[in-house]
Nanobody, 130 residues
């Protein structure tokens, strides 16, 4: 079974940047409909979708709170999907998870439901101080 490993989390000051990586343990992002999403969950809050991409056509979805600041990208040759986070705010503080699912339709609605993703990483902590 494929495993996902997140990396790149750290503590930064507001306005700073981080790049998170999601590495798959085997070639998996090449399969039709492969979709990778970044979720985040802060203490006491529900898990929310930050960004998602379908690796075949590079279509993307972003949560409203990160549009214009975060960018999801991929390097399939390295089995990696990235989340570039710029202009970080204290409210971006959370545990960030990547997850893998399979879907061929529009991402906007589908990617918001964590139940659509069957493989999850362990998470990487992002802390933004003011």
């Amino acid at each position: 079974r494929v495993q996902l490993v997140e990396s790149g989390g750290s503590s930064v000051q507001a306005g700073g940047s981080l790049r998170l990586s999601c590495t798959a343990s085997e070639v998996t992002y090449v399969y039709p409909g492969s979709c990778v999403a970044w979720f985040r969950q802060a203490p006491g809050k529900e898990r929310e979708t930050v960004a998602a991409t379908r690796t075949a056509d590079r279509s993307t979805y972003y949560g409203d709170s990160v549009k214009g600041r975060f960018t999801i990208s991929q390097d399939i040759t390295k089995n990696q999907v990235y989340l570039q986070m710029n202009s970080l705010k204290p409210e971006d503080t959370a545990m960030y998870y990547c997850a893998l699912g399979y879907y061929g339709g529009p991402l906007a609605g589908w990617a918001r439901d964590p139940r659509n993703f069957g493989v999850w990483g362990q998470g990487t902590q992002v802390t933004v101080s003011s």
